[in-house]
Structure formats: C-alpha cells, structure tokens
C-alpha cells in the first residue's frame, strides 16, 4: 500500500551516536504537521495507569522538573505532552522540562545531581545509565511497577532491560529505536523491481543496489555513509563482533569481518553508493530521490512523510549469521537523594507516559516504534504501514556496547576510521589491523 501522510519537512542532522536520546537532527518547525497528527490520536483514551477522575487530589501541590536534550521537533510534543499530564493530573503535579543540547547535558548534569541542585528526575539515552548508576546519581526505581500497578508485562522484555543494571531497576523506557532499511519503492518500480518487496538478505541488498543504480540519472542504489552506525550491523550479519564488553576481549580480527570489510569495499567500488558521504547528505540524497535505499533511524520518518514520497521502511537485511541492528532509545531516571513525595510524584507521571494514549501519540506524531503489547493491537497503529513496519523490525535489536566505558572511544577512534579507510579503497587487512591495534590500546591490552 502507497503511505502518503503530510507533514513537513525536517532537516536531517544526525544526532550524535546510535543510541543517544533526542534529536538535535529534526530543527525544522513541524508544529502544524505535529497538530494534524494528533488529532487523530486525542481520542484515544487510556486509563490503565492513569488518575481516576474521581481521585483525591493532593493536599499541597509538588513541582517535579527533568533535563533532557530533545532540541527538535520532537521536544515539541514531549512539552505539549507535559503540559497535557499538567492540565489533567488530579494530584496537584506540575512537571517543568529543561530542554538542552547532549553536550550540555553531559556537562551540567552530574555537577547537578551531586550538589542537589539537579532536576527531580531525568530523560536520557539508554547509553548513560549504567555510567549514572555506577556513579550514585541513580534512585533504585524497583518498586515503580507494583506502586503504580502498571502491568510489566505490557511491554517488550528487551526494551525493559535496557534500564537495569546489574539486576537493579533504575529507569523507566521513553522510547526505544533502532536502525532500519528506507528504500524508494516508485525507484525501485522504475528498475523492474517489486516495490513490495525489498531485500531481505545482503546478497538481495546487493544485487538490488546494482540494478537501481543509473549513472546517466546521477541515481545511486545505496547509501553507504562513512560516519554513522560504523556497520557493526553488517558485521553481526555475517557472525562477526568487535568487542567482548563483559571481557573486553577484542574480536575484530577474524574471518568473518575480513570478508565482511572486502564485501563492502567491492560494493562501493561498484558506484552503488555516492562516496565520502555522512549520513545527514545520505539522508538528504534519499529524501531528494538521488539513493534508492538507506539505512537511518526513525527520525527520518516525518521529513519523508512530509515530501509524500512512497516509500517503506523493513528490518535491516540479514546476512550469513541473521539480521541484527543496534539498539538505541531513552529512559526516565529518578535522580539520587528524591524524598518520597517527589518519588511518587515522578512515579505518577512515569506511568503517565507509559499510557497507551500517551505512547500512541508519540509513535504516530515522531515515527518511533511501538514497545507496548496493547498498542500493537490499536487499528489506528495496525493500519499505518510505517508504523507497523518498524514496530515488527525492533525484534532484531542488539546491544551495541551500551553502558561500555569505552563505547565512545571505539565508535570515534576505532570503527570511524576504519570504514572510512574500507569505503576509500585502502588495503581492507591494514585497516582492519590498523583498527585492532588502536582498540587494544583502548581497552589496555
């Protein structure tokens, strides 16, 4: 079925890392796009976690805040949910949000909590909560499901799992992602492919890439962009890994990512992909039709939404050893030294957002997946092509060093430079080398 849903136009500058939280790419206004959208989601009612209307309400009213980095369109609706939890609560709540860019957040934050002059609680990427509850700035959330009575098993086991530590509850999810394959189905028509059939394993990735290619066009088949992702998913697809994190035993040199790094570079070298890319130009040539195909996250979902282009979304191809994509999304922490009325308050509104009311207009309105049992079930989620597509896709999620202290140093200082190297036609051994030597002298090996 052809999805053509309005909205308008994003910019696409990517945020940085896979699994960081907000959206620093999505700058453009999109306010009129986000109101037309949640118009069809205001009716949905939810009150499985929400206040009855004939609650008590409190005796004093409770200021509760959070810092986050949602800098985008999608900070937009994360207020105007805030306010909507606000104008509704019958428990004299009133949550304020401080929105700031990632890097100030990283630097302000832990100061914050430490001095007790932090927010009441938090919203970051899955990717700093082990760093956080490691270093004391962490409540143990444990009891939230009973005191609540927000029923656990209403949601994905693998997103709920991203904000335990050691066994220990510290976090409640916001929203979980991962990457996926876009590709151009009025593209794919135009070269005598199926449009409703786009490639599931590598070698279909391939073969797909080549015939949607056309030099005389200035069309590309695939993105391959030099400084997103770092392809670990393409590693796992063939059995290979990078890094043991439990021993950090360094995995990169093997068979299987050798002949990974060589299928690359072949594909590249065929001028299936527009070389020297980053993944914001890959995101702009998809959007503008040059590249057929992409792999990007699902924030690129409204500004395609909002040209009308018809195009899918499906899980990343699998390769010899099966598909997998790295995990990304948020979650809310409860930030150390909270007395008992803030814990409850922050509680109420935790369980608040996990509402399927609450989780469906932010799926519908920002094209994040859908993590909720309950949700998968709602016709008006059924019934968006996207939507489904990227809720079923977020089966093959896998952790990609979250919570690792070298995670950064890797992504930066080991496999950036070393696609770069593969995708510029350098000897695939020596960079692969190269790669290994500098990540054991990360890991102090």
Known sequence: MKKRVLSLLLAGVMVAGMAGCGSAENTADTNS????????????????????????????????????????SDGDVLREIVQEFN?????????????????????????????????SFMLAGIELINEYANNGMLEDIGDFWDVTGTNKDNFYENVLAKSYVNGTQYGVP???????????????????LDPDAPPTTFEELEKDAM??????????????????????????????DVINTSTDENLLISDENKKTLQWLQELSKEGV???????????????????????????????????????GITAIPAGSDGAYSA??????????????????????????WL???????????????????????????????ILSSVSAASTIGRDWHLGYS???????????????????????????????DTLNSIIGK
């Open 33 to 72: 796009s986000q109101e037309t959208l949640a118009e069809t989601v205001e009716a949905s009612t939810d009150t499985s976690t929400e206040s009855s209307e004939e609650a008590t309400p409190a005796s004093d009213p409770i200021d509760i805040s959070f810092w986050c980095n949602f800098t985008g």
């Open 87 to 119: 104008d509704t609560n019958t428990d004299n709540i009133t949550v304020s949000v401080d929105i700031m860019d990632y890097s100030t957040l990283l630097t302000k934050l832990p100061a914050a909590v430490s001095t007790g002059t932090g927010p």
């Open 174 to 192: 916001m929203q979980y992602n991962l990457q996926y394959l876009y590709y151009n189905k009025d593209m794919f028509k135009d070269a005598g």
């Open 211 to 240: 015939a949607l290619t056309d030099s005389s066009k200035g069309t590309y088949g695939i993105a391959l962009p030099t400084d997103y992702g770092y392809y670990v998913q393409y590693l796992w697809g063939n059995g290979g």
């Open 273 to 311: 992909s527009p070389s020297g890319i980053t993944a914001a130009e890959a995101d702009t040539m998809f959007q503008s039709g040059q590249v057929a195909m992409e792999m990007s996250g699902p924030w690129n979902i409204n500004a395609l939404n909002g040209l009308g282009m018809n195009y």
């Open 327 to 352: 995990e990304g999304g948020c979650c809310w922490m409860l930030t150390k030294g909270a007395d008992d009325a803030t814990r409850q308050a922050v509680y109420k509104f935790m369980a608040y």
């Open 355 to 385: 509402s399927d009311s609450v989780l469906k207009k932010w799926s519908t309105v920002n094209g994040f997946p859908v993590w909720s049992y309950s949700l998968l079930k709602d016709a008006d989620i059924q019934n968006n092509d």
């Open 406 to 436: 070298y995670g950064s140093q890797i992504d930066s200082d080991v496999m950036k430079p070393m696609i770069e190297k593969v995708l510029a036609g350098e000897d695939v051994e020596k960079s692969l080398q190269a790669a290994s």
